[in-house]
């Protein structure tokens, strides 16, 4: 494993490699929280932290169940609001469908909880979940024609809800609406039909057609739009209530292998695999290519994932080599974000209002200390006068003004006062006691407000170093 350390920028910038995989790469996923990426290809599952930027050791399974000649061919995190442990759920080539689930919150360890195979054994080629309230079901199709929801309890084995054959072609595709019937959603591969079927019991309730073929298909957030691998000539954005197509993004390919493409940075970007060893980045609104990446030199790049992480702001592309003629290695793209003070409410705003208020206590204080003092010594003004002038020159440049110029202020203002009290007392020809119980407490009473000053800064610097910190975080991957 190679990583480079990359700065933020407007492009996207190879942040390493994770090398690991013996064969050919067929899916990636990455968990929700982005700590975790799973890789499926010829050569079996694979769980990397991508924390630590180190490959996780695989549970134990069954002869049986480890078959070296089956190979992963799609998955998916399972993400349960209640849940604190991560679950895996991928497909395999010879129809077996199994969950990963972690042994603990902060474990590395997995252990395989179901493995199963389905129908008659082919191959599955998508598969998907949904939780909505304490639910969770999850969606395959496989290589003849059937689509499958089961619902999953993370305490048991996998219920039927339904199976249902489509009447020619292979699902390609699927994906639950976000709707109180959990309709699915599948695209067929051959020939560009897109199926909505009843979430309860499988009969389809409409029918659209995007074009002649579906080489891969998502979604985006709100279901209004979806992207295709045409196969023919690149990829194409499409409506989703009627097919309609959008736009077409132009690849040229050389060969018409299917193509994972998925939408990026909130539906903006569409970026895609390629059969010559890239992946291309499009603008989604006006069609031009924004970047190209070089995963390698050939081969294709069938297999693509793109992830958005908030804190700090940045995304990260992977892709994966999807032949067995070229290094299986998985590239990691990441681009970040310039936080701007808007997004930073307790960054540099708070910190000159926090210091303003701290400005205006100290300067209310003063006023109300030598108010008193001015009842029995009017001649004290001048000391004050001094210190106003000063504050008004710092204050001037209000964005400058630090603690430690508030500081000097309070401190000149006490010594000039001391000084004149001192001088009056010894010129007015008041006794000795007299004249030291009067400095005595004219000392404790400075001595509190320059107590008082000293606190007030510090709790000013502490929830200054509050709204820093909270910005510093946003500079931290969990």
């Avoid at 590395?108 to 304490?134: N, P, Q, W």
């Avoid at 539906?267 to 992946?279: E, K, N």
């Amino acid at each position: 494993m190679l990583f480079l350390s990359t700065n933020g920028c407007k492009e996207y910038r190879l942040e390493g490699r994770l090398i690991g995989h013996k064969n050919a790469i067929n899916c990636l996923a990455v968990s929700r929280n982005g700590n975790m990426l799973a890789s499926g290809g010829s050569d079996g599952m694979r769980i990397w932290d991508l924390k630590r930027r180190v490959q996780l050791p695989a549970p134990h399974q069954t002869p049986a169940i480890q078959n070296p000649a089956d190979p992963v061919t799609c998955a998916c995190w399972i993400t349960r609001q209640e849940a604190t442990r991560k679950t895996l759920c991928y497909g395999t080539g010879l129809g077996f469908i199994s969950i990963w689930q972690q042994q603990g919150e902060d474990s590395k360890d997995f252990h395989a909880k179901v493995s199963r195979r389905i129908g008659t054994g082919k191959e599955i080629m998508c598969l998907t979940y949904d939780h909505t309230g304490d639910k969770t079901h999850i969606a395959s199709g496989t290589r003849n024609r059937r689509v499958q929801v089961w619902a999953f309890d993370s305490k048991g084995p996998l219920i039927l809800i339904f199976s249902v054959e489509l009447s020619t072609m292979v699902p390609r595709t699927v994906q639950f609406k976000q709707t109180a019937s959990r309709n699915l959603l599948v695209f067929r591969m051959y020939d560009g039909k897109i199926h909505t079927l009843q979430g309860s019991d499988g009969t389809i309730v409409g029918t659209n057609k995007a074009g002649p073929m579906i080489g891969h298909a998502a979604v985006d957030a709100p279901q209004t739009l979806f992207l295709i691998d045409n196969v023919v000539n690149g990829f194409s954005l499409h409506r989703l209530e009627d097919g309609a197509c959008i736009r077409t993004y132009n690849t040229n390919p050389v060969k018409t292998f299917p193509k994972q493409v998925v939408f990026g940075d909130q539906a903006t970007l569409v970026v895609g695999g390629s059969d010559t060893g890239t992946i291309r980045i499009f603008n989604k609104n006006d069609g031009a290519l924004k970047q190209v990446l070089q995963h390698a030199d050939r081969g294709r790049v069938q297999t693509v994932m793109y992830k958005t992480y908030n804190s700090p702001q940045h995304s990260l592309i992977f892709g994966a080599t999807s032949t067995n003629d070229a290094e299986p290695t998985i590239s990691i793209w990441c681009r970040k974000y310039a936080i701007s003070p808007s997004d930073c409410p307790l960054g540099s705003e708070v910190k000159s209002f926090v210091r303003g208020i701290i400005q205006l206590a100290i300067a209310m204080a003063i006023i109300a200390y030598v108010s008193n003092m001015l009842i029995e010594h009017s001649s004290g003004i001048t000391s004050l006068g001094n210190a106003w002038r000063e504050y008004s020159k710092l204050g001037a440049e209000m964005a400058d003004l630090t603690n430690t110029n508030i500081c000097s202020v309070v401190e000149q203002y006490i010594e000039a006062l001391r000084g004149e009290e001192l001088e009056r007392a010894q010129s007015s020809g008041t006794d000795r006691r007299h004249r030291q119980a009067k400095l005595v407490k004219l000392q404790d009473m400075l001595h509190d407000i320059k107590v008082r000053t000293y606190i007030q800064i510090e709790c000013s610097e502490s929830v200054t170093h509050l709204g820093t910190h909270r910005t510093e975080q946003a500079a931290f991957i969990e």
